[in-house]
Every structure is written in C-alpha cells, then in structure tokens.
C-alpha cells in the first residue's frame, strides 16, 4: 500500500485514500501529477506559499473504493457535507448541503469555472458524473473572496484530469445489478492523453445509462406504485472533456478547455399520491444539457509576482415535459406542456499576485459575468387545437466583483490572512408572459454588498495545525425567486435582497503518528434576510411570494480520521452533526428541511492476501425534516446502510472490483413518499496504459 497521502488541510480526504494505492504507487505528494492544477480554486501567495483553509478533497482514488459515480454521492465521503432529495421530491433533483447551507448558497464550479443556470439555478448534483475527474475541491466556511461572488456557504470545484505520461490511457467499465440480480446499468470511461516537453493534450468521455433501480424487498406495493422496479427512475448521463495546454517554461501554462455535459431523466411519482397533488405531476426531462469552452493561464511576471486569467462561454440547454397522465404519451389537457429553456453565460476574471511588503503576499481579483435566459412553453402540444407556442421571454443579469486580499506571515508558523470584496448585480431584463397581458417587462435594477473575511492558521508542529475563521458573505436572489409566478401561485418580489451569512470555525488537524490522523472543526453561521416562501393569500387558489423574512443559525461539530493498525488494516471515518433553526414571524411553524441531524461514514480495509483488499463501510444519517402532505412537516430519511467493496490488482495496470450498497435491503426515504434504491450490486473493471 501506498504511504499516506495526507495533507493538513484534507486529513480524512486523503485517509480514505490509503487502501486503494493503484495507479499512483509511491506518489506521496501533496497534489498528485495528474491533478489539473490550473483547475483548482486555492488559496495561494507569490511566494508561492500555499495557505490552507478549511478544504477537504475527494480524490479518484476514493471515489472508486466507494463507487461514488455521481457527484452527489461522492461528497457524502467528507465531514460536513450531506446531501438530499429536493425538498418535495417532483424535480427528481438531489442537493447537497455544506454545513447546512444548499446549491442557492454553495456555487459548483468545473476548473474553477462557475456552473450557474440563470433562471433558477436549481442544479441536479446527481447529473454530475465523476470518473473523469481528478478531485472534487469543498470548501466549507472560509471561501476566499479572490474565487468571486456568491460562495456565501461555500463551494465544491470539479477538477478535470491532465495528462503526466507521454502516451496513457485509462479505460473503465462497470455493471449495476438489483437486488435480485436483475440488470439496472451500465457505466463507462475513456480517456487518452500525451504530454510533451512543452504542451499537453487530453480527451475523455464518461457515460452512464441506467434503465431503472429497484426498491427494497420490504416496500408495500400502492396503487400508483408496485414492488420492484422505481417506476420513471431511469437516466442518461455523458460528459466529454477536451484539454489542450502549453507551459512554455517551469512556471507558467495557458490551456483551453472543452466540456460538454448530456443528460435525461424521469421523474418517479410520490408513492402516497394517487391520483397525484397537484394533478399535473407527469413529467420527465428529455434534455439537461450543458456546455463549456473555457481558457486558463498561469503567468510568472517575478519570482513574487504572478498573474491568472480566465475567460469562458456557458451554455445550459434544458427540457420539461408534463404528461395527461401516468402512460407519458399525450400532452393535451390544460396545463400540459413542453417548457424550453437556452440559457447562456460568459465571462472573465484576472487575478495579480504579488509581495508589496516583507512578510506579505497581496492578491487582487476582478470578475465579470452576464447571464442570459431565454424560455418557452409549447402548451397542449399534442391537443388537435388548443395547441400553442408563447412568444419568447427573456432574461439578463450581470454580476461584477473585485476583490483584495492579503496574506501576513507573521511568524514563521502563523499566517494571517484578511480579505475584503465589493459584489455588484444588474438585472438588465425580466421578460414574462400571460394570457392577460401579453409579453411584458418586469421593473429592473440592481443591488450591491461588500463581504469581509478573516483567518488565523497556527502550524503548532509538522503534524499539528489549528485554524480560526470569520467570513462574512452574501448570496444574490435568481431571477426566478424575484419573478416566477410558478404557475400562477405565486407573486413576483422584484425588489428581493440579497441573504447573507456570516460563518465562524475552529479548526484542528493533528497527526498523532505516522499511522494516526485526525481533524475536527466547530462552525457557527449567523444567517440574515434568508430568502423564504411565504403564504400572501390562502385562496383559493393559495399564493405565495419570496420575502427575505428568514433570520437563524446553523451550527454542529466535525470530525474525521483514520488509524493504520498494519500494513494490511486500516479504519477510520467521519460525523457530523449538525443544528439548523430559521426564525420567521410570517411562519412560526416552518422547519428546514433536507440536511439530517447528525451524518457518519465508518469502513475498514483488509488486506489479508497480496493484491486482494475488502473495504466495508456503514453510511449513517439521522432523520430530517421534510415537506409532508398540504403545508404540514415530517422527519424522514433515519437509515444506515451496509456496503461491500472487495478489490483485486490482477496487474500494475489492471484491476477488477466487485461490490454492494445497502446489503441488508433497508427501506427509508429522503424526501416524503419517495422510498430510496434497495439492496443493488455492482462489478467493475478498471485499466491504465
């Protein structure tokens, strides 16, 4: 096995990765070579120093050892972070929560890049693929200023892959099983790279096709759904990645990036529903689709001086389908439709670096970003003659930030840093459109705030660190909480403000031998003017509208570890628990909802042969507040699961692993009426070249 990989700031991210030594035997620094480094979002100096925050990473190799194949399900591997089924289930959409705070608040970027849909910015993690990846960066409390606007509860970053060797190859390939054997999917990865002395060259392609899952054994068959196969849980999912980089000396590199994400899914019923509430809950989504084109470069003006840039094109091309009823095939009663969105985004950003003082490394940024929207119903498309196409709405807003922050190396091991941002947002359009008053613009405008952040970081001794923060930073509302009508039941709040939070961590990261690690951390957020829907007329029909009316706390304690007994055993793991409270006069009774309690992950790795290793874990998660039936709450999703990974290394370059998730075939839910996957199983092969 390979030596730990730890660094002080990721402790039980790279614990996790200690039995799955593969590919990378023997490389035991900081940021394997293979990381796209111009990609990630750190907290760097002129120096360069590099000056850890509060960041955990999901590496590859942990994503495999624990088959995490999306995104939604890889971060679940680090303290902090927990993830859930939408609030009421119907979008089949899967968040996640970074102590406590969601995908409004935590923005995803790929290489750095913002991932923002601009109507509403409800992004499916579960759309997100991971084989292609070399890390998943997530950053918890302090984000520094200089990554941009909007990470008010932090962020998550998908780093690509970059080639190391002048010709490679990886190839893997994997089979989903039902609880029964049955054949529910199938997934793929390929990649091919070359680096050469002065310029490098990748493509890669990941894809997923999943025909259904299956419940658990113990699910009581409804009227709308039966035992065995989810109705509707199928999805498709690809991602292409294009690289081409140049690194004309040792400390620079300019590289141009290609992404493009393909997606489709259905959207299972509530199984307590029938007929379904609200009548119109038949969908799917033929098309999530999204694109990106972006350029990166890292150029050494002294040997204290740097400059980044960035510029990109986005685009997010998206279709929804609502059905007559549960055989999907007519869209002609009143209220059925095709709803189309093409939405685009570009922009850019720069990033000068530099020593000013002695003992002080300076950092100013400047962002700018607009945000196109442009959207269509096709309503009653299959009705003979009611059918018809609204005119074309459109929507545009720009967000612009610049940013300083500095970094005090007051001893040699302890560092200051201090931050400070002025974020600016213009909704320059807001197009909608009714059967009353036509197409028609909504009153526009702008809002501003500056954010502040501080942190201390006290390096005690090679293998002990403690860290305190405060970071104080706002959240811009999307267009759709100023102005959706959500089908006619809800009134627009134009003049909608920003939330903001301001969040506090104590940290601890210590090494007690080469063998034992551990972090902790303790946060507190303090949460102003959070954005809530609130009831305005009971009805019928009942309205709502999106006030800022929503002042709370979040506040819980990390931990995570791992202890190395022997060469061939090894356990660790992590919880996290978490409290959560919003107080809000116009709704004293209101709960958050999706983010559990209280999350742990425990496994141990065996390695009792040569090449062999078993992996066991147990995923725990306490019960969580949930949207129930009309406007009441429920406490769903108590659950802890049993899974198997047992892995052979046939070869240096060649490895077979079969495995299980939720062996004992538990029944539990995420979101209220919508049971989660039963006992499945899985096979999958891995190859380098």
Not at 35 to 61: C, H, K
Not at 147 to 164: E, H, S
Not at 314 to 332: E, I, R, W
Not at 460 to 482: A, C, D, H
């Amino acid at each position: 096995m390979r030596p730990s990989c730890y660094r002080l700031s990721a402790a039980i991210a790279c614990a996790l990765a200690v039995p799955v030594a593969f590919a990378d035997d023997g490389d035991t620094s900081a940021t394997p070579p293979y990381v796209y480094t111009l990609g990630q979002m750190t907290v760097v100096t002129a120096s360069p120093v590099d000056i850890d925050t509060s960041d955990d990473v999901v590496t590859r190799e942990e994503m495999w050892t624990f088959n995490r194949f999306t995104l939604d399900e890889a971060v679940k591997l680090t303290p902090g972070v927990m993830t859930t089924l939408d609030s009421n289930g119907r979008r089949n959409e899967h968040d996640i929560f970074v102590r406590g705070f969601g995908r409004w608040q935590v923005p995803l970027y790929i290489d750095g890049v913002r991932i923002y849909l601009p109507a509403d910015n409800r992004i499916d993690f579960r759309r997100f693929l991971t084989a292609d990846l070399a890390e998943v960066q997530i950053k918890k409390g302090y984000v520094s200023v200089i990554d941009g606007p909007g990470a008010m509860g932090g962020a998550i970053n998908l780093v690509t892959r970059k080639p190391v060797e002048l010709f490679e190859a990886h190839f893997q390939a994997g089979l989903d099983l039902g609880r029964n054997g049955s054949y529910d999917a199938w997934n793929g990865y390929a990649s091919i790279g070359t680096r050469q002395e002065r310029f490098y060259a990748h493509a890669s392609v990941s894809y997923q096709d999943r025909d259904h899952w299956e419940l658990p054994g113990s699910f009581d068959a409804t009227s709308i759904q039966p035992k065995g196969e989810r109705k509707r849980s199928d999805n498709r999912d690809s991602r292409i990645n294009l690289k081409l980089g140049f690194e004309p000396n040792a400390t620079d590199e300019y590289a141009i990036n290609y992404t493009q994400q393909d997606g489709s899914k259905g959207a299972p019923l509530n199984v307590y529903n029938d007929p379904p509430v609200p009548p119109n809950s038949y969908w799917d989504w033929p098309m999530w689709d999204i694109e990106n084109i972006y350029f990166l470069s890292n150029t050494r003006l002294s040997e204290t001086t740097y400059l980044k840039t960035k510029v990109y094109y986005n685009t997010f091309d998206n279709a929804l389908d609502a059905y007559d009823d549960g055989t999907y095939t007519t869209q002609s009663n009143n209220g059925r439709f095709r709803s189309i969105y093409g939405d685009k985004s570009y922009g850019a950003s720069v990033e000068l670096g530099f020593r000013a003082l002695p003992s002080n490394d300076t950092r100013l940024a400047a962002h700018w970003r607009t945000d196109r929207h442009s959207e269509y119903n096709l309503n009653r498309p299959t009705h003979p003659t009611a059918s018809s196409r609204e005119p074309t709405q459109r929507s545009r807003e720009d967000t612009w930030s610049l940013a300083l922050e500095n970094t005090w190396h007051a001893t040699s091991s302890i560092d200051l840093l201090a931050g400070v941002s002025y974020d600016r947002n213009d909704v320059k359009q807001a197009q909608e459109y009714n059967t009353t008053q036509g197409l028609f613009e909504y009153p526009t405008g702008g809002s501003d705030a500056w954010n502040g952040q501080v942190g201390v970081y006290w390096q005690q001794s090679e293998q002990s660190r403690f860290g305190f923060s405060v970071s104080s930073r706002t959240r811009f509302p999307t267009s759709f909480e100023r102005f959706s009508t959500r089908f006619g039941t809800a009134v627009p709040n134009p003049d909608l403000a920003s939330e903001r939070g301001i969040n506090y961590e104590l940290s601890w990261h210590k090494g007690i031998s080469d063998r034992v690690r551990f972090d902790t951390a303790v946060f507190y957020a303090d949460v102003k003017d959070m954005i809530q829907t609130v009831v305005v007329d009971t009805g019928p029909p009942q309205m709502t509208q999106t006030q800022n009316v929503g002042d709370g706390e979040f506040y819980g304690v990390e931990f995570g570890g791992e202890a190395r007994l022997s060469d061939s055993f090894a356990f660790g793991g992590t919880f996290t628990w978490l409290h959560r409270e919003i107080k809000d006069a116009l709704q004293p009774d209101y709960r958050p909802t999706g983010a559990p309690d209280s999350q742990a992950l425990l496994y141990a790795t065996w390695s009792p042969f040569e090449r062999w290793s078993f992996t066991p874990s147990i995923e725990y998660a306490s019960n969580r507040w949930n949207a129930g039936p009309g406007t009441s709450y429920l406490r769903t999703g108590r659950y802890a699961l049993a899974n198997l990974q047992v892995q052979w290394d046939a070869t240096k370059n060649v490895r077979f692993a079969v495995g299980g998730r939720n062996l004992l075939d538990k029944e539990y839910e995420l979101a209220w009426g919508f049971p989660e996957q039963g006992r499945s199983f899985y096979g999958k092969v891995q190859v380098d070249f």
